[in-house]
């Protein structure tokens, strides 16, 4: 009786598992099916024209064949300055939090700020942008306020995925290096980092194509005007020097938004075609990402 009580209780158990299962194998089969028809899609409606001759070479005001060359620049141009600004000032925080931060109310408030500020709407970020850097600060639409916009949420993401990164190497390696008589920022230079640094390498890119594909928060501090770009100026101070942090600038983000609310002939064809581009460049970010993670994991860590 026994017996047949157990045998009933395992076929039980045995097909809660594979009902479960199932379940949760049709979850993730819709979402790579969303995910590769969204892809699928853009690329089909956008693919003629991104690949079209001059589409990536023209700029966007050439009245033959408007390209997107100076939107092209302006997004990676502003995605650098963000990374230079955003990934010392996190890396700093996590390493704060993880090896020298006391367990009482400012950690727990510092964790809070953190998380607040990596759930504010990217519009309301914007719009402080717009108030703080643009206005108060007088910088007015520019780069820097764009840039210093996107680091606002980049940076709450970043220390998390830093954080973790740091507090999942094995605490035996910490103690051991304390133990050699190394002090605690030289087994963070020496032990930690070196030891997270594939992990966080794939967040700082996954983060950046992320920011790269950002637009709602530029609208409102880097600007939507189309950019008259010279890059043969030396002239760091001209409006038209690529390399001029206080000009406007247009992401192609921003540039899709922009031709969306400008219904000319013409517009849909060359929104599908940006749209194209930031899609394959976001992507590109993320295998990069995992490239460089298996790389760095097998030079670092000997795996």
Not at 64 to 69: D, K
Not at 72 to 82: A, E, V
Not at 142 to 158: E, Q, R, V
Not at 278 to 298: D, E, I, T
């Given at each position: 009786?026994?017996?047949?009580?157990?045998?009933?209780?395992?076929k039980?158990?045995?097909l809660q598992n594979?009902?479960?299962?199932?379940?949760?194998?049709?979850?993730v089969?819709?979402?790579?099916?969303?995910?590769?028809?969204?892809?699928?899609?853009?690329?089909?409606?956008?693919?003629?024209?991104?690949?079209?001759?001059?589409?990536?070479?023209?700029?966007?005001?050439?009245?033959?064949a408007?390209g997107?060359?100076?939107?092209?620049?302006?997004?990676?141009?502003?995605?650098?300055?963000?990374l230079?600004?955003?990934?010392?000032?996190?890396?700093g925080?996590?390493?704060?939090?993880?090896?020298?931060a006391?367990d009482n109310?400012?950690t727990?408030?510092?964790?809070?700020?953190?998380?607040?500020?990596?759930?504010?709407p990217?519009?309301?970020?914007?719009?402080?942008?717009?108030?703080?850097?643009?206005?108060?600060?007088?910088?007015?639409?520019?780069?820097?306020?764009g840039?210093?916009?996107?680091?606002m949420?980049?940076?709450?993401?970043l220390?998390?995925?830093?954080?973790?990164?740091?507090?999942?190497?094995?605490r035996?390696?910490?103690?051991?290096?304390?133990?050699?008589?190394?002090?605690?920022?030289?087994t963070?230079?020496?032990?930690?980092?070196?030891?997270?640094?594939?992990?966080?390498?794939?967040?700082?890119?996954?983060?950046?194509?992320?920011?790269?594909?950002?637009?709602?928060?530029?609208?409102?501090?880097?600007?939507?005007a189309?950019?008259?770009?010279?890059?043969?100026?030396?002239?760091?101070?001209?409006?038209?020097?690529?390399?001029?942090?206080?000009?406007?600038?247009?992401?192609?983000?921003?540039h899709i938004?922009?031709?969306?609310?400008?219904?000319?002939p013409?517009n849909?064809?060359?929104?599908?075609?940006?749209?194209?581009?930031?899609?394959?460049?976001?992507?590109?970010f993320?295998?990069?990402?995992?490239?460089?993670?298996?790389f760095l994991?097998?030079r670092?860590t000997?795996?």
């Amino acid at each position: 009786m026994a017996n047949r009580n157990l045998d009933a209780h395992v076929k039980r158990i045995g097909l809660q598992n594979k009902i479960a299962t199932g379940i949760l194998t049709c979850i993730v089969g819709f979402v790579l099916v969303l995910l590769a028809a969204i892809v699928v899609y853009i690329l089909v409606q956008g693919a003629g024209k991104a690949l079209s001759p001059g589409f990536l070479t023209n700029p966007s005001t050439d009245d033959v064949a408007p390209g997107i060359l100076y939107q092209l620049f302006d997004s990676f141009y502003m995605l650098l300055i963000t990374l230079v600004i955003s990934v010392p000032i996190s890396l700093g925080a996590a390493i704060f939090l993880v090896e020298y931060a006391p367990d009482n109310w400012i950690t727990s408030a510092a964790s809070t700020a953190i998380e607040t500020l990596s759930s504010l709407p990217s519009i309301v970020v914007g719009m402080f942008g717009s108030l703080f850097f643009v206005v108060t600060l007088g910088w007015g639409i520019s780069i820097i306020a764009g840039a210093l916009a996107l680091t606002m949420f980049n940076i709450p993401i970043l220390v998390r995925t830093i954080q973790q990164a740091l507090e999942d190497v094995p605490r035996s390696q910490h103690d051991a290096a304390l133990a050699m008589g190394l002090t605690r920022w030289e087994t963070t230079v020496n032990v930690m980092l070196p030891a997270a640094m594939p992990a966080i390498v794939t967040g700082i890119v996954i983060s950046a194509g992320r920011v790269f594909g950002e637009a709602a928060a530029l609208i409102f501090t880097s600007g939507s005007a189309a950019a008259r770009l010279n890059f043969a100026s030396t002239n760091l101070a001209s409006p038209t020097n690529p390399f001029n942090i206080f000009r406007p600038a247009e992401t192609l983000a921003v540039h899709i938004w922009k031709l969306k609310m400008e219904p000319t002939p013409g517009n849909d064809e060359i929104v599908w075609g940006t749209a194209a581009v930031l899609l394959v460049c976001v992507l590109l970010f993320n295998v990069l990402a995992r490239v460089l993670g298996k790389f760095l994991a097998r030079r670092l860590t000997a795996e």
